[in-house]
Each structure stands twice: as C-alpha cells, then as structure tokens.
C-alpha cells in the first residue's frame, strides 16, 4: 500500500472541533493509538502528519514505531498572524518570530517546517480561495530560513498566485494547490517541487449535504484537468488524502485517494510508478537533517 503523505492525526474525519477538544487536556493516547491502529490495518507504514498545536502527532511519532509505522511530523504549522492557519499551527508576525518559530519547532524534534501560505477553497466562489496569499517575497524568505536550519518545507497552498510563489520559493512539497492552470503546472515540472493534491477532501463531499453537488462538481473537475496536465508533463507528484477532513478517514484516506488517481489517469504500471516516485521523494526529503 501507498503511504499517507498528508494527515492530521487531531483530527477525526467527523467533527474537528470535538476533536480538538479531547486533546485540550494534553494529547490523548487511547485516541492516538486507535488511529494509529487504523493506519496498521490498512496496510499503510508510512504516515507524513500537517501538525497541530496540542502535540498530539508529536505523541504519535513516539508511539508510531510500536505500529511499524515511520512516522513525521512538523510538530506544527506556521502561519502569518491575521491569515489562515490557527487550525493547525502557531503564529508569527514578522520574519524574525518565523525564525523563532522553526527553532521552537526543531527543539520540539521537527522532522520538517510546514508553512500556511494562503486560505482554503471559497466553496461560494468557484476559483477563488479565502484570504490574501502571502506575498510571494515573503514565502521566499520563510522558505529560505527553515532550508538554512536544515528543514525540508510543506506548503498550505491554493491558487494561482500562491502556487507559484510557493513553486518560487523552493518549497519541497505543495500541498492542494486547488485552481492552477497550465503555466503554474509547468513551472511545478520544471522544479523540484513534489505535488500531494489531496482530491479527496472534495470528492469525499459528494452526497453528504454540507455542499451542493454542483458546487463540487465544477471544483473536481478542474482538479482532475490538473492531475492529467501533471502527468503528462511529468511533475513530481504523490498521495495524501489529508486524513482527518471532513469525511476523509484515517486508514481508508489514502485508498480513497488512490482510487481517485486511477480513476483519472488510467490503471496502468506507469501511473503506480508515477506515484510512487513522488511519495520516495517525500521520504527521503521530509526528514530532518
């Protein structure tokens, strides 16, 4: 089985803020040991988590080798103050609390910096995201100081704007990237970065109700263009379902997700390869050196 290249082990796949809130008291290790029991039966030994702020994947990576699962996280996110982020991470104002920020992370053990670079899909609003992307100067040097502490760098990323300024700065993973076109893809070609586009976190949605259908729709769609550009030029791209999303399930996240790449590109051993490479990529980059 595929590894899980983006998780949120806080989080439940049901309901986030009840989630978050069994760990209020200090990361809960029966919860955690469940999940990572979920991950055990599904075959899967490699789990890359997005962080949290209570230390609950900082407690799975311990307990994670008991499970025969490697395990890494960035203890948490780091996020701009006044833009997207809380949900997963701490906060800084300027460049110099950033660097603050990734050492407090490196002494927390970090295996990676993980950066929120711009908001979430504006599910109102076909094609735009939520907020103001950070500029990309900004992304440039963030991504500069967690790569002279030795990090590689995941990156929160949607949109166009912010998808090349993330490709710019050299971060080492995009993560979403929802609404790129054609041009950006090809620049994500063109570097070295690797691509985990996390499809399932829309698809998943289908039928539930929180969501019309139609709005989705259209939101698939231009993913799956995107997925089939990719391939065809041949960008560095693996599999992560963002475990822990709403109706994204810990486990069974991840065969969602492969389901959702055959369905687009084809079943064939090109494809497997295909992602495969890019989740070997993730391995060996996303440790700390």
């Not at 050299?170 to 979403?176: A, I, P, T």
């Not at 089939?228 to 999303?245: I, N, Q, V, Y």
Request: charged share 25%; aromatic share 8%.
């Amino acid at each position: 089985m595929f590894g899980e290249c983006h998780a949120h082990v806080i989080m439940d796949g049901i309901n986030y803020q009840a989630a978050v809130k069994r760990h209020e008291q200090g990361a809960d290790e029966e919860i955690v040991r469940r999940c990572l029991k979920l991950y055990r039966q599904a075959g899967v030994s490699f789990v890359r988590d997005g962080g949290d702020a209570l230390g609950v994947s900082v407690l799975a990576k311990k307990l994670a080798p008991e499970y025969g699962i490697d395990y890494r996280t960035p203890v948490f996110a780091i996020h701009k103050e006044g833009h997207y982020g809380g949900i997963v991470g701490k906060s800084f104002a300027d460049l110099r609390e950033f660097h603050s920020r990734v050492l407090e992370a490196k002494s927390q053990g970090a295996d990676f910096i993980k950066i929120m670079t711009t908001g979430l899909l504006d599910f109102k609003n076909h094609g735009k995201v939520t907020g103001t992307p950070l500029d990309g100067k900004e992304v440039k040097e963030m991504v500069h100081i967690a790569h002279e502490e030795g990090f590689a760098v995941m990156s929160h990323t949607n949109g166009i704007y912010g998808a090349r300024a993330a490709i710019e700065a050299g971060v080492d993973s995009l993560e979403h990237g929802n609404y790129m076109d054609g041009e950006t893809i090809s620049m994500l070609a063109e570097s070295h970065t690797v691509w985990v586009p996390t499809l399932v976190t829309v698809r998943n949605l289908l039928g539930c109700g929180r969501y019309e259908d139609e709005v989705l729709i259209p939101i698939m769609e231009s993913a799956e263009e995107n997925l089939k550009t990719a391939f065809f030029k041949g960008a560095k791209t693996a599999l992560g379902s963002d475990a822990g999303a709403f109706r994204v399930m810990h486990g069974t996240g991840i065969r969602d997700e492969y389901e959702a790449f055959l369905h687009i590109l084809g079943d064939s051993p090109e494809v497997k390869q295909w992602m495969k490479q890019g989740e070997e990529e993730i391995k060996k980059r996303f440790r700390r050196n």
